[in-house]
Nanobody
Framework: QVQLVESGGGLVQAGDSLRLSCTASGLTFSSSAMGWFRQAPGKEREFVAAGTYYANSVKGRFTFSRDNAKNTVYLQMNNLKPDDTAVYSC????????????????????WGQGTQVTVSS
């Protein structure tokens, strides 16, 4: 059974930083493509980061990284803005680490429950 567990969300002020973590189990982590999506109230889920790619809205502020020894990926979020407020979800696509990065939510087989990030102005 595959499980993705996110942590690190919270309530912060504009300009602050947060680091989200996602620990995976039940899959071969080293060969899985991993990434992050987010969904704000009333909006569609949108791509945030995966592989070497970032959404234009977060470029220069967010950094995606992974630690295969810990089966964990991270999303370092700096200079947070109110528009970053959303539920952030970790996603996994087993066997796709060497496949071109996908920006489509439907291509990722497994999703975590999400962690809330709220940025006040």
């Amino acid at each position: 059974q595959v499980q993705l567990v996110e942590s690190g969300g919270g309530l912060v002020q504009a300009g602050d930083s947060l680091r989200l973590s996602c620990t995976a189990s039940g899959l071969t982590f080293s060969s899985s493509a991993m990434g992050w999506f987010r969904q704000a109230p009333g909006k569609e889920r949108e791509f945030v980061a995966a592989g070497t790619y970032y959404a234009n809205s977060v470029k220069g502020r967010f950094t995606f990284s992974r630690d295969n020894a810990k089966n964990t990926v991270y999303l370092q979020m700096n200079n947070l803005k109110p528009d970053d407020t959303a539920v952030y979800s970790c996603v996994a696509r087993p066997g796709a680490y060497f496949v071109p990065t996908s920006f489509r939510a439907g291509d990722y087989r497994y999703w975590g429950q999400g962690t809330q990030v709220t940025v006040s102005s």
